[in-house]
């Protein structure tokens, strides 16, 4: 994208867009003089920009949190599986039919990924249900659910959300009223509910607890959120942070600086870009929209800037996908190139290229040494599951260390599937050493996938097993004969 900024005495910017095939360059130069000839015009000059190949400059310590989520992803999506069920349970071979949303490919089998999280699943088997198939045969089938500790967590987890729920409608009105009909589907909603803190049920239970805010409407696209009423002292952007200069004496600088993160050093000419376009007076975007301006205008990128900025800072953990939110690009206005536009405000945002797709990080919700300078409470409670995890992997460890001192096989029943065993396959999660390595160049996997929608695609023709009755009195593992309880 080719940005030419024209600045005249007033230092007034305006903005011409002019799009070009694959622009390679961040090039500033003034204009010929003959041009203030021919159109009798003010002295002026242009600034054009330049900005696809601009380089991104890494930053470990932000890439770090990416890494991290990573390595939670299959946990944090079959925990999500699990809790949707009455029972918080699932048998093996439903499971087997979410492979696309566990990111689970062939031959890699759902057993050995569970196998590898020990203090977070653990299997179990149930009777399997009187069925024509099987009236004159006694079976059981295998399970999955969270052991007491995950579960735990998971329950701590739910009753935080619960008691957050009207500072978590205030956020969502605010996302709401980000967007020019004050309606967002909730198809795409769902993308940004994880990252907003919403549950997984929001979308059921949002408008029967806030039914004076939102209501579900139907368009010709599908199913949207819409907001019925909302209060105006909601609609405040976010303020910026006060900058300490550690002067002696307080008074005003005698040259700009713009203020980057560590370790970021840009051109000269860009640098003196992005001081005239803080110059520009703030847009609210709130009470602004798309239509407003003049799309290839620089204060249309103004206000698309603080609409990304608005909406990274509703996030928990002040981050998102760059997918996510092109998503949003005709409720919020913003433009067909938002990649390109984040790139070319690294005082904003920090784009991290690990995964299959890019992160944006608001940055001034971090500190110099990449840690959220904001944590909200659920964040401790993913601490907690990251510490689970880790002690899992301890687990692991000292049972695949005293196997090859004892030459031992296996220690769990022969009777499930061999090729599923319990030690490793060669498979590597990269969890042990997951800080010890801050600056590796090896992808991983993106936070989330494209298919996020198909979470329930699973419940196909088995969806009256949920709610069958399943008697348990056989149930040999409880020990307690003719006992109803619940099998865990």
């Excluded at 566990?102 to 299997?123: A, G």
Aim: net charge positive; aromatic share 8%; glycine share 4%.
């Amino acid at each position: 994208m080719l940005l030419s900024v024209s600045c005249q005495k007033d230092s007034l910017l305006s903005a011409n867009f002019l799009t070009s095939a694959s622009p390679s360059c961040f090039p500033l130069r003034k204009a010929r003089k003959n041009y203030q000839t021919i159109c009798n015009k003010p002295r002026n000059f242009s600034i054009s920009v330049s900005c696809s190949s601009i380089k991104i400059v890494r930053s470990p310590s932000l890439d770090k949190h990416v890494v991290k989520q990573n390595k939670i992803r299959f946990i944090q999506k079959l925990k999500t599986l699990l809790l949707s069920k009455p029972k918080h349970f699932i048998p093996i071979h439903i499971l087997s039919k979410c492979r696309s949303y566990l990111s689970i490919h062939k031959p890699r089998s759902i057993l050995s990924m569970i196998h590898r999280y020990p203090t977070i699943f653990e299997l179990f088997t149930i009777p399997m249900p009187p069925t024509p198939l099987n009236a004159t045969k006694s079976g059981y089938q295998l399970c999955v659910r969270l052991t007491p500790a995950a579960q735990s967590l998971a329950m701590q987890e739910l009753n935080l959300k619960s008691a957050m729920s009207g500072f978590l409608a205030n956020k969502l009105q605010k996302l709401l009223m980000l967007s020019s009909h004050r309606r967002i589907l909730l198809s795409k909603l769902v993308h940004l509910g994880p990252h907003l803190g919403l549950s997984p049920n929001f979308r059921s239970r949002l408008c029967n607890d806030h039914p004076d805010k939102f209501k579900i409407v139907d368009t010709s696209y599908g199913r949207a959120l819409e907001l019925v009423s909302w209060d105006p002292e909601l609609a405040v952007p976010l303020k910026f942070p006060q900058v300490n200069r550690g002067l002696i004496v307080d008074r005003p600088l005698k040259f700009k600086q713009l203020r980057l993160r560590r370790g970021l050093n840009l051109k000269r000419r860009h640098r003196e870009f992005l001081m005239k376009f803080n110059e520009l007076p703030d847009v609210c975007p709130y009470n602004t929209s798309a239509e407003d301006f003049a799309k290839p205008s620089i204060e249309a990128e103004k206000r698309a800037c603080g609409v990304v900025r608005e909406v990274l800072g509703m996030m928990v953990e002040k981050r998102t996908l760059i997918d996510h939110l092109t998503h949003f690009r005709k409720e919020f206005g913003l433009p067909n190139k938002l990649r390109a536009m984040i790139v070319r405000h690294p005082e904003l945002f920090y784009v991290s290229l690990k995964g299959l797709r890019d992160s944006v990080f608001l940055v001034e919700g971090f500190d110099d040494k990449g840690v959220l300078l904001e944590k909200d409470e659920s964040m401790v409670i993913r601490d907690q599951l990251m510490a689970l995890v880790a002690e899992g992997k301890r687990m692991r460890r000292e049972r695949r260390k005293a196997s090859i001192n004892t030459n031992i096989v296996g220690d769990y029943d022969n009777n499930e599937n061999d090729e599923d065993a319990y030690y490793d396959d060669g498979y590597d999660d990269g969890f042990e050493n997951l800080f010890d390595s801050e600056d590796s160049d090896l992808d991983y996997d993106s936070d989330d996938d494209n298919n996020e929608s198909n979470e329930l695609s699973f419940n196909g023709g088995n969806g009256e097993f949920w709610t069958a009755d399943v008697s348990l009195a056989s149930y040999k593992n409880s020990g307690d004969e003719g006992g109803d309880s619940e099998p865990w």
